[in-house]
């Protein structure tokens, strides 16, 4: 069974600094894909960023570039993802999501629970 579990979200204050973390199981990790996604109230769902595990190929989407690294251990199934310089309008739930192959956009195969980010003063 495949098993996405997110840890670390929490509220922040603006410019401050979170880490996501994305634990994974059920699956060969290093065939897959894992992205985060996130979905604001009203909004539509937005992929942030992404990282093919079997190369370290990272992407990002241009409202974070700059501010926001994934990471993966693979030797312990996690993904990460440290977020620099929060703004209000990152505030969302932040979804670890997971695909075969390569990233997908903000349409991926299994997801996890998710995980709340606030940033407000």
């Known amino acids: 069974e495949v098993q996405l579990v997110e840890f670390g979200g929490g509220l922040v204050q603006p410019g401050g600094s979170l880490r996501l973390s994305c634990a994974a199981s059920?699956?060969?990790?290093?065939?897959?894909?894992i992205g985060w996604v996130r979905q604001a109230p009203g909004k539509e769902r937005e992929g942030v960023s992404c990282?093919?595990?079997?190369?370290?190929?990272?992407y990002y989407a241009a409202s974070v570039k700059d501010r926001f690294t994934i990471s993966s251990d693979n030797a312990n199934n996690t993904v990460y993802l440290k977020m620099n310089n929060l703004k209000p309008e990152d505030s969302a739930i932040y979804y670890c999501?997971?695909?075969?192959?390569?990233?997908?956009?903000?349409?991926?195969?299994?997801w996890g629970q998710g995980t709340q980010v606030t940033v407000s003063s």
């Open positions: 059920g699956f060969s990790f290093n065939d897959y894909a």
């Open positions: 999501a997971a695909s075969e192959g390569w990233c997908r956009g903000s349409e991926y195969d299994y």
């Open positions: 990282i093919i595990i079997g190369d370290g190929t990272p």
